[in-house]
């Protein structure tokens, strides 16, 4: 992972653009209709190339630009901080999309701050942190303050894709929560369920 | 800690005490029978005011908006054990001839600062003329116990030895280093006006250009900087804020 332009990004690969995101430049966005993504490893696709991911299929299917800033298993911290940095640099999307499958991932950082990157599960160290963390209520409450602050910032409609068994950042009343309990792999079934929400939704605010 | 307002704040909101967190009656009873006859607050009562935000500070729709700075941080800030007007951030408005608000809370982490330093500056769009953060300790954190409404803020006073091994961890693995660089970088790049950091010399700092200060007397509760400390605050903080040509 990197800081990148004031995004935190996924580094340098050829899966990327310069900021370390799976998707076009920033400079080619077509910030008059585009959407944005923001999650984790689902919505980087990268077992496949980038035309069968589903924010490739979805931009397609609504027909609009997009911007993917997803980090790999980058959690709640490189969700809110790169939807926080967008939402204060560049106009506002038509949508977001949050499909965060690992909310309660760890990043991890020197003391200098020279570098950040996800958390190794099969150490033991983070695995305590991973499990007191849920038991002295570390973890509900980074979500909380996360999820009233991207309120404030966040000003567009918002879809949440809520994977089975994974944790949620909104609440289903505040979003378009789009319950998904089929393989975190089928980026057509989930691209299908997405896009066909943002179209139904979208039809009911036209008059 | 509460939400009021979209802010957390402390659970006083709304309230006038004479007595506050750290600062109990029970520990001035005892302080009395040992401290010196001259001890200032023999002689001296402490008011802890609260707005409706929970925040030791006046209401925010008192603000002068066209000359204000902004304070955030923990008790230091907050000033537990000290009246308001012996307050570095009272000092330090008073200094630079400006209005002030004030949104520290006992306990908080570099959580509840990026929280409130980040819902003001989407809240207001008249924006301060400089912030004040008092980096706090950064293995605090706020906690959510389901069921609870308050949240409750954790840090290296906690006696459970879950909360130990927690931060022991967060602090050898890097994850704490993680947390503060996320957070102090958001803080950078949303508050698009002038910031000056500060913290206590026993912590570990942030950056290279916050200003460190020490403890060289203590409040009524014998815990926390105590009023000649809070001038000390001020003072350096002033001289260094013109340094700024801000």
């Known amino acids: 992972m990197k800081f990148v332009n004031g995004l935190l990004g996924n580094g340098v690969s050829e899966h990327y653009n310069s900021n370390g995101h799976r998707c076009k430049e920033i400079s080619e966005i077509n910030f008059q209709n585009y959407i944005l993504f923001a999650g984790d490893n689902g919505s980087l696709g990268l077992d496949k190339p980038i035309e069968e991911t589903f924010p490739y299929l979805i931009s397609q299917r609504v027909k609009s630009d997009y911007y993917n800033i997803s980090v790999f298993n980058g959690g709640v911290d490189a969700l809110r901080y790169n939807l926080i940095s967008w939402f204060h640099n560049y106009k506002k999307p038509k949508a977001v999309i949050i499909t965060c499958e690992f909310m309660n991932s760890l990043l991890i950082s020197d003391k200098n701050f020279t570098c950040i990157k996800a958390a190794d599960y099969n150490d033991d160290i983070i695995k305590d942190i991973g499990n007191i963390g849920n038991i002295c209520g570390f973890f509900e409450g980074r979500n909380i303050l996360t999820r009233e602050l991207l309120k404030q910032y966040v000003i567009c409609p918002i879809f949440q894709l809520n994977y089975k068994n994974s944790i949620q950042l909104f609440d289903k009343e505040y979003v378009t929560d789009i319950p998904y309990e089929g393989s975190q792999f089928d980026y057509k079934i989930i691209a299908d369920l997405i896009s066909t929400a943002m179209i139904s939704k979208s039809q009911r605010v036209r008059p | ?246």
């Not at chain 2, 409706?52 to 923990?74: A, M, P, Q, W």
């Not at chain 2, 913290?199 to 060289?216: G, I, K, P, Q």
């Open chain 2, 1 to 246: 800690m509460i939400f009021s307002n979209g802010f957390i704040g402390c659970k006083y909101k709304g309230l006038r005490l004479d007595f506050c967190s750290s600062d109990t009656e029970e520990k001035f009873s005892v302080n009395l029978e040992t401290q010196p006859e001259d001890w200032y607050y023999r002689t001296t009562a402490i008011e802890y005011k609260y707005n409706d935000n929970g925040h030791r500070s006046k209401e925010i729709k008192d603000v002068d908006f066209d000359n204000y700075i902004l304070f955030t941080g923990c008790s230091h800030t907050e000033g537990i054990g000290l009246e308001l007007e012996k307050t570095y951030p009272y000092k330090l408005s008073n200094l630079l001839n400006v209005d002030y608000y004030n949104m520290a809370v006992e306990g908080t982490g570099i959580d509840v600062v990026e929280y409130n330093t980040l819902t003001w500056f989407a809240k207001f769009t008249k924006k301060p003329k400089l912030v004040i953060i008092q980096w706090p300790d950064h293995s605090r954190f706020l906690s959510q116990y389901q069921g609870y409404e308050n949240f409750i803020p954790n840090g290296t006073w906690a006696k459970d030895p879950d909360l130990e091994k927690f931060i022991a961890a967060s602090e050898m693995s890097g994850f704490y280093n993680a947390r503060k660089n996320i957070s102090y970088r958001l803080i950078h790049k949303v508050l698009d006006v002038p910031i000056v950091g500060v913290y206590m010399s026993s912590l570990a700092s942030y950056d290279a250009t916050s200003v460190s200060v020490r403890r060289f007397d203590k409040a009524r509760d014998m815990q926390h900087s105590g009023i000649l400390t809070n001038e000390d605050i001020a003072n350096r903080l002033y001289r260094h804020i013109k340094t700024l040509n801000i």
